[in-house]
């Protein structure tokens, strides 16, 4: 695959991002093909892991480490959004990344399969308004994460039961 093969949206962010350019990070084919990956991927939080075999498919090999400085520098300078979910029984925090869209949202995490939805809903965020007001604070940001079992998981569950 060819550099011009990438997204022109994802490349004019990039080159564009003058935080980029202060930080010393070179626009290399391996970060404009972890942004096009993030950019053209029908799940929009993704693992270092996720982001590895993404790559693999693209014939594109990548060591994680090289991949988590990528994602961490990508952080940094305000292109990729951290998140650190609980997945499975054990409640193992797992990180993942997501563009920065520059909109608020909240996420619903299913405990099972790690699967994610993003949300937002009015009424919980002027109620969190009025919780800080009400005890005296003023809220700067929040991150919220319901764990939940998604309606996949629920269904098989349901059918393991009902197959005993």
């Known amino acids: 695959m060819k550099n011009n093969d990438i997204s022109s949206e994802i490349s004019n962010k990039i ?3 003058k935080s980029l350019k202060n930080k010393g990070l070179k626009i290399t084919y391996p970060r404009l093909k972890i942004l ?9 939080h993704l693992t270092p892991e996720d982001v590895r075999k993404k790559l693999a498919e ?3 090999e990548l060591g994680l480490a090289t991949i988590y400085r990528v994602l961490t520098q990508f952080e940094k300078i305000g292109i990729l ?3 650190n979910f609980d997945f ?5 925090a797992k990180s993942v990344f997501e563009l920065n869209k520059g909109s608020h949202h909240d996420h619903l995490v299913c405990i099972n399969c790690g699967k994610v939805e993003e949300f937002y809903d ?8 009025e ?7 003023h809220l700067e940001y929040h991150n919220m ?5 998604c309606s996949e998981c629920a269904a098989k569950k349901q059918n393991t039961k009902t197959s005993k």
């Open 131 to 137: 919780i800080t007001d009400k005890y005296g604070f």
């Open 15 to 17: 080159s564009n991002n």
């Open 145 to 149: 994460c319901l764990y939940a079992i």
């Open 122 to 129: 009015e009424v919980i965020e002027k109620k969190q308004i």
């Open 58 to 60: 693209n014939e594109m």
């Open 81 to 83: 959004i951290r998140h």
């Open 36 to 44: 096009e990956i993030f950019d053209k991927s029908d799940v929009k």
């Open 88 to 92: 499975g029984k054990n409640k193992i």
